[in-house]
C-alpha cells in the first residue's frame, strides 16, 4: 500500500474547487439525477434547499469531517476540473518510479484512503508526470482500491483483516505506509509490517518514534 503527497493539493486546489463548483451545481442540477444521487446522501434536514445544502457542505469542509457522503460528492465535482485540465495529481519524485518496479515484480499496489474509491481514481488518472503540463493515467498500477466504505475505519484491527482477505494474502505478507500511527497501530495489529512516512506538509504524530520511519519509497 502506499501513500502520496496529496495535502497541499487537496486544500490548494482540490477543496476550494469543489466548494466554488458546487455553487453552480446546486443551482442548475439541483433535480438533475446525476446530482440527486450524491445529494440525497446528506441529512435530509442539509437537503432542504441549495443554499442550506452548500452551507453544510462549507462546514463540514471547514472541520475537514471525513464521512462517506462528503467524500462522495467532492469526488464527483472534482471530476469536472480533472476533465477540464484544472489540475492534476502531483505525487513526489520517488512514487511513480517505485509503482512501477513493485509492479514490474508482480507485487501488488494497493491504496487505503478516507477519501472515496472514486476519488482514489480520479487522483490517479490525472497524474502530473513532472516534465510540465503532461499528465498519465496511473490506475492500472493500483491492484486494489479501498475506502472507509468498502474497508472500514482506518483506525480499526478489522479493517486490515478485511483488506488482507480481498487482496488474497496472510496479513504478514502486507507492508502498510502512513503518516498516521493509529492507522499503523490497527494495521499491526492485523498482523502487517508498518512503515511510517514523514513527508513534507504532514502534520506531526506524537507516537511516530515508536515505528521505523521513512522519507522516501527508495527506502524501501
Same mark, same amino acid.
Given at each position: *500500500?502506499?501513500?502520496?503527497?496529496?495535502?497541499?493539493?487537496?486544500?490548494g486546489?482540490?477543496?476550494p474547487?469543489?466548494?466554488?463548483?458546487?455553487?453552480?451545481?446546486?443551482?442548475?442540477? +439541483? #433535480?438533475? =439525477?446525476?446530482f440527486?444521487?450524491?445529494? #440525497?446522501?446528506?441529512?435530509?434536514?442539509?437537503?432542504?434547499?441549495?443554499?442550506?445544502? /452548500?452551507?453544510h457542505?462549507e462546514?463540514?469542509?471547514? %472541520?475537514? /469531517?471525513?464521512?462517506?457522503?462528503?467524500?462522495?460528492?467532492?469526488?464527483y465535482?472534482?471530476?469536472?476540473?480533472y %476533465?477540464?485540465?484544472s489540475?492534476?495529481? =502531483?505525487?513526489f519524485?520517488?512514487?511513480? =518510479?517505485?509503482? !512501477?518496479?513493485?509492479r514490474?515484480?508482480s507485487?501488488?499496489?494497493?491504496?487505503?484512503?478516507?477519501?472515496?474509491?472514486f &476519488?482514489? !481514481?480520479l487522483?490517479?488518472?490525472?497524474? %502530473?508526470d513532472?516534465k510540465?503540463?503532461?499528465?498519465?493515467? *496511473?490506475r492500472?498500477? /493500483?491492484?486494489? +482500491?479501498?475506502?472507509?466504505?468498502?474497508?472500514? =475505519?482506518?483506525?480499526?484491527? #478489522?479493517?486490515?483483516?478485511?483488506?488482507?482477505?480481498?487482496l #488474497?494474502?496472510?496479513? !504478514? &505478507?502486507?507492508?502498510?505506509?502512513?503518516?498516521?500511527t493509529?492507522e499503523?497501530?490497527?494495521?499491526? &495489529?492485523?498482523? *502487517?509490517?508498518?512503515?511510517?512516512?514523514?513527508?513534507?506538509?504532514?502534520?506531526?504524530?506524537?507516537?511516530?518514534?515508536?515505528?521505523?520511519?521513512?522519507?522516501?519509497?527508495?527506502?524501501?
Amino acid at each position: *500500500m502506499n501513500e502520496y503527497d496529496l495535502i497541499k493539493h487537496l486544500h490548494g486546489n482540490l477543496f476550494p474547487y469543489a466548494l466554488k463548483a458546487l455553487i453552480a451545481v446546486a443551482e442548475w442540477k +439541483w #433535480d438533475d =439525477p446525476e446530482f440527486v444521487h450524491y445529494r #440525497d446522501q446528506f441529512p435530509a434536514e442539509a437537503r432542504e434547499t441549495p443554499t442550506s445544502f /452548500i452551507t453544510h457542505v462549507e462546514e463540514l469542509t471547514a %472541520k475537514d /469531517i471525513k464521512i462517506s457522503y462528503l467524500k462522495n460528492l467532492q469526488g464527483y465535482l472534482w471530476q469536472t476540473g480533472y %476533465k477540464a485540465g484544472s489540475y492534476s495529481t =502531483p505525487l513526489f519524485s520517488d512514487v511513480a =518510479p517505485k509503482l !512501477q518496479e513493485w509492479r514490474d515484480s508482480s507485487v501488488k499496489i494497493a491504496i487505503f484512503s478516507s477519501g472515496s474509491v472514486f &476519488a482514489q !481514481q480520479l487522483f490517479f488518472e490525472y497524474v %502530473k508526470d513532472g516534465k510540465g503540463s503532461t499528465v498519465v493515467d *496511473m490506475r492500472s498500477l /493500483i491492484s486494489a +482500491w479501498f475506502d472507509t466504505v468498502n474497508a472500514g =475505519p482506518k483506525t480499526i484491527q #478489522d479493517s486490515y483483516e478485511k483488506i488482507a482477505r480481498e487482496l #488474497d494474502v496472510e496479513s !504478514q &505478507a502486507v507492508l502498510f505506509i502512513s503518516d498516521n500511527t493509529k492507522e499503523l497501530d490497527a494495521a499491526k &495489529a492485523a498482523g *502487517m509490517h508498518v512503515l511510517f512516512a514523514i513527508r513534507e506538509g504532514n502534520a506531526p504524530d506524537d507516537g511516530a518514534e515508536k515505528y521505523h520511519s521513512i522519507e522516501s519509497f527508495e527506502q524501501i
